[in-house]
Nanobody, 125 residues
Framework: QVQLVESGGGLVQAGGSLRLSCAASGRTSDIYRMAWFRQAPNKEREFVAAITWFGGSTYYADSMKGRFAISRDSAKPTLYLQMNSLKPEDTAVYYC??????????????????WGQGTQVTVSS
């Protein structure tokens, strides 16, 4: 089992920045890949970014490229999401996820085994 706890969400004006954190505990040695997803009201959960735990290879949804940066500290272990140039459409609950399976599919929520409780990000216009 892996436990994930997100933090760092809040209210920010458009154009501002936030840094989300996700602290992992439990069997963290089993983690192959971690990711951020988000879910806005009345919308499906959306892929944001992913990173392989050991190699650090990163993957981004097209709309996030150039604005968001995913990173990790495998020693703590903690996952981060640096969000810049935030837009009102970025408003959502952001979830941290972990995948214990080796695979190439990184943008599907169904591929992830563990999830955090989410942290609210609200961007005002």
């Amino acid at each position: 089992q892996v436990q994930l706890v997100e933090s760092g969400g809040g209210l920010v004006q458009a154009g501002g920045s936030l840094r989300l954190s996700c602290a992992a505990s439990g069997r963290t040695s089993d983690i192959y890949r971690m990711a951020w997803f988000r879910q806005a009201p009345n919308k499906e959960r959306e892929f944001v970014a992913a990173i392989t735990w050991f190699g650090g290879s990163t993957y981004y949804a097209d709309s996030m490229k150039g604005r968001f940066a995913i990173s990790r500290d495998s020693a703590k272990p903690t996952l981060y999401l640096q969000m810049n140039s935030l837009k009102p459409e970025d408003t959502a609950v952001y979830y941290c996820a972990a995948d214990a399976h080796v695979g190439r599919l990184y943008s599907y929520a169904s591929k992830y085994d563990y999830w955090g409780q989410g942290t609210q990000v609200t961007v005002s216009s």
